[in-house]
């Protein structure tokens, strides 16, 4: 295997022999090779550009592989978004405070006589006592400073139309979604995905997010609620088809072990105003170790000014 990259190599042996009946034969070989895993190098990591208006200008990127496997590298690719809640399926214990006027609404088989939850073994159960009361769950959430930011749940409704219960989403003492049996049953009849807007959170605080259930009357009425997650997109870098003012040519590549391979980052200042304008890029790859890498691109931009050439008569 000198000198071989990791791969599997395949082939076929062909064997002679003085056999009369058979002086002809083939064996089928295979080796699997195996090596460093692929290992991504950008260079330079960061690149400024100053030009005017209306302009473009393109510089090169070097994407090197000092692994003994193929990196695939692609600069198309958004980081998945990043979950603010902790244990949103309730499994973990210890992340949610749970209470009300009849104790927690936090429920296992052993504890609630039921297996209700979505997923795994525990969810919660607000109502289904056949007395009026209340109870939520809270847990202090970060929501990073980014442009979106989205509850998500699970939510099952058990009851008959004319019931009173609700269910409320809360955000520092503010009431910012509810849902009701009478106008939301037939959306859950089963567990369905609930959504809720929050951007207008998102801003790198700590906030106090809840869910607060109440049951009216003697109705045994309920509301099931598992898998909380509050997604926010990741501020760290952006796909570069989500950038307007840059491209980058090619966008994807793979590049084979211990090679390297040029790409162009172009800078487009067409209709840009004057001003300074950065972006980190994602380059995501199949290195175990650093699976995305942030290119930084700044771009400034100045207005050309164009003067009169007043010549003496």
Known sequence: TTAL??????????????DPINPFDTID???LVVGDPPTIVVD???ITTTQSTNTSMTNTVTIS?????ILNWDATQNLPPIDAVTDGSFEDGGAWDGGGDLG???CDPGSCGAALARTGDWWVWFGGWGVTN??????MVTIPDVSSATLEFWLEINGNESDA???EVIIEGQTVMTYTIADDLNDFTSYAKASVDLSM????SMHELAIRGTEIGDTLSGFFVDDVALLTDDPTCKAVTDISWIDIVPSSGSVSAHSSEMVDVVFDATGVPSGSYTENVCISSNDPVNPVVTLTLTMEVYQTLYLPVISRP
């Open 5 to 18: 990259f990791a791969e599997t190599y395949t082939d076929t042996l062909c064997v002679i022999t003085n």
């Open 44 to 46: 330079p990591m960061a």
């Open 201 to 204: 959170y998102a801003d790198g």
């Open 65 to 69: 592989n000092e692994g003994d496997v």
């Open 165 to 167: 219960g609700m269910l």
């Open 134 to 139: 209340t109870s939520s769950i809270t847990q």
């Open 104 to 106: 927690s609404p936090i």
């Open 29 to 31: 070989i295979s080796v």
